[in-house]
């Protein structure tokens, strides 16, 4: 082993010190922002391995769970477990987490209000088409006192499931991904932080609302069931879970973004 490449295993740790015996290629499925940018802060901490990380993104939360199943991807880093338990559940996918990674909590913004309480009479409210993502800004508006739910619903919540709704509220269901250019639009959106950050809101800051950074929404590595005890699974975790990811989340980031370990 080089000198180069020996100090390059150094910073990973005694886990990830042995000779890769051959290349390896592994595509992973991300989408824009955050977690495309961790990812990409993970991939020098393979190439030791011989694992060379090759990062896709997808613009919607659909693909990439397909291009996971039909083996287009070997991975997946983009959604929580909700989300994945949804999707496993309604398309019959053999996927499922192998990891933790980082928690998003959501948000809802407004280009016309600076509080939640000033949302007008029959006012327009966009939230995200997904239904685990939608649930959660109902959560969050039922929490803030705005809606009614049906009791138990939990994260399946939608919005057929509104039994109050005082201000007789418009809910808006929009692609994940258009929110941000939907404000203009609406009196205020839910919007994920990924989408947030790539349209050039402040996460911490600019949301008249924010989710609380605990609960079930933290996101997961997933991957087809058959390659959970895949060598490569395991490096690709103890990579993410490392000390120098965490510390390129929190520099990055600056509490947009919370690292899940």
């Known amino acids: 082993m080089s000198i180069k490449t020996f100090s390059a295993a ?5 886990s990830l010190l042995a000779t890769p015996a051959f290349a390896q290629t592994i595509k992973i499925g991300v989408t824009p922002g955050p977690h495309a940018q961790i990812l990409e802060a993970v991939k020098p901490l393979l190439a030791p391995q011989g694992i060379d990380l090759e990062i ?20 997946n880093s ?36 600076e509080n939640i309480a000033d949302l007008p009479e029959g006012g327009k409210i966009g939230i995200p088409n997904d239904p ?7 959560l969050l508006l039922e929490d803030n006192g705005v809606i009614d739910l049906k009791d138990g619903v939990g994260t399946a919540a939608s919005v057929i499931d509104i039994v109050g709704n005082p201000k007789n509220l418009e809910f808006l ?9 939907a404000l203009p639009d609406v009196d205020a959106a839910g919007i994920n932080t990924n989408f947030a950050e790539q349209a050039g809101l402040d996460p911490v800051n600019d949301p008249i609302l924010r989710e609380s950074p605990k609960g079930p929404y933290v996101n997961v590595i997933a991957v087809r069931s058959e390659d959970k005890d895949q060598p490569w699974v395991k ?15 929190d520099t990055t980031f600056n509490g947009a973004v919370l690292a899940s370990w």
Not at 10 to 14: E, Q, R, T
Request: proline share 4%; net charge negative; no cysteine.
């Open 56 to 75: 896709i993104e997808f613009s919607d939360y659909v693909i990439p769970n397909e291009a996971l199943a039909s083996g287009d991807l070997d991975a």
């Open 78 to 113: 983009f959604q929580h477990q909700p989300y994945l338990d949804n999707q496993v559940k309604d398309r019959g996918y053999q996927i499922e987490s192998v990891a933790t990674t980082v928690n998003f909590p959501i948000g809802i913004y407004s280009d016309k209000i």
């Open 132 to 138: 685990t993502n939608g649930g959660r800004v109902l």
């Open 235 to 249: 490096a690709l975790v103890e990579a993410y879970h490392s000390a120098e990811i965490k510390t390129f989340i």
């Open 173 to 181: 269901e929009i692609d994940a991904a258009q929110l941000p250019r």
């Open 10 to 14: 150094l910073i990973l740790g005694a």
